[in-house]
């Protein structure tokens, strides 16, 4: 039962940055592991919670000297994902109007992923699916021009 | 000398750590008693205070003890934090005693405004 509660505190603990978690897991799960209630066997929705924020706040903090490059990625990284966050929030509001048909959760799905990758440390998995999810913009935006053409030109397509 | 900044957390793991160096979850503790369980601390909000006051060099890592397995980090309040925590209690105690001056004036005659007022007695 306490096995099951720290491999679900530990699972948890991974969202926090690899050099953090290097130095801090240990204690933090001592910290988790003192706070648990007696039988229980699944971290707390609300310890989830604080240590998703913390991890993100880790993340996102410019804190430091480091090499020009390295804090210029840093940025970048930070950047595409506040901007998918904030997309995400916007897309689960769309939908939830549900002014969105077919396949309308392939874009939440992949923002999810991307934003996931991002938490649990920038890997290739992380680029991959910001690949895909270009690719996917590029292919939804081709398809919105080439609709907004049909209708726009006299005589063609749903315009008639 | 640098500002505490006005978070509540902050300044609780601070005056916790006063009397004696203490570990992450005895910090939970210390701060629940101080408050009378008021302020539960959550483990997103202890340690990103405890990185940001490691940081700024108002705690430090005392020792780490290894008790059934599980690690325990002690952290200390080192002098500089003591400076910063005091200027910050000066601060506020000031603040609450031109509060509650001003209170004696706006309440009707009769009701206590008593220095207690996490109680509710304002």
């Given at each position: 039962?306490?096995?099951t ?13 690899r050099?953090y978690?290097a130095e ?9 592991m ?6 229980q066997?699944?971290?707390k929705?609300?310890e989830?919670?604080?240590l998703?924020t913390?991890a993100?706040r ?6 430091g000297?480091?090499e ?5 990625g840093?940025?970048a990284?930070r ?5 998918l ?12 109007y549900?002014?969105r048909i077919g396949?309308w959760?392939?874009p939440g799905?992949?923002?999810?992923a991307?934003?996931i990758?991002?938490?649990?440390g ?10 895909t999810y270009a ?16 209708r726009?030109?006299p ?5 008639a | 000398?640098?500002?505490l ?6 300044f609780?793991?601070l005056t916790a750590?006063?009397?004696e160096?203490?570990h992450?979850?005895?910090i939970?503790?210390?701060?629940r008693?101080i408050?009378?369980?008021r302020?539960?601390l959550r483990i997103?909000?202890l340690?990103?205070?405890l990185?940001?006051?490691?940081g700024d060099?108002?705690i430090?890592k005392?020792r780490d ?7 325990r980090r ?10 910063v ?13 031109v509060?509650?001056a001003?209170?004696k004036?706006?309440m009707?005659p009769?009701?206590?405004v008593?220095?207690d007022t ?5």
């Amino acid at each position: 039962m306490t096995d099951t509660l720290e491999s679900g505190y530990r699972s948890i603990l991974r969202m926090l940055p690899r050099g953090y978690r290097a130095e801090h897991a240990e204690e933090m799960l001592t910290v988790l592991m003192d706070g648990a209630r007696a039988g229980q066997q699944r971290p707390k929705p609300r310890e989830v919670l604080s240590l998703a924020t913390f991890a993100l706040r880790l993340r996102l903090a410019v804190d430091g000297p480091r090499e020009s490059g390295r804090l210029a990625g840093d940025i970048a990284r930070r950047a595409i994902l506040a901007y998918l966050i904030a997309d995400f929030g916007l897309l689960m509001q769309y939908d939830a109007y549900g002014a969105r048909i077919g396949f309308w959760f392939i874009p939440g799905l992949l923002q999810l992923a991307v934003i996931i990758a991002f938490l649990r440390g920038w890997s290739w998995s992380g680029r991959a699916l910001c690949i895909t999810y270009a690719g996917y913009i590029i292919h939804n935006t081709t398809w919105h021009w080439f609709f907004q053409w049909r209708r726009t030109v006299p005589g063609r397509g749903t315009a008639a | 000398m640098k500002a505490l900044g006005r978070t509540e957390p902050v300044f609780l793991i601070l005056t916790a750590l006063i009397d004696e160096p203490r570990h992450g979850y005895g910090i939970v503790q210390e701060v629940r008693r101080i408050t009378d369980g008021r302020v539960d601390l959550r483990i997103g909000t202890l340690y990103g205070a405890l990185e940001r006051l490691t940081g700024d060099g108002l705690i430090a890592k005392h020792r780490d003890e290894v008790e059934a397995g599980r690690l325990r980090r002690y952290y200390r309040l080192t002098d500089a934090g003591a400076a910063v925590l005091a200027a910050e209690a000066n601060r506020m105690a000031a603040d609450a005693a031109v509060a509650l001056a001003r209170l004696k004036k706006f309440m009707p005659p009769g009701r206590d405004v008593g220095p207690d007022t996490m109680g509710g007695t304002v």
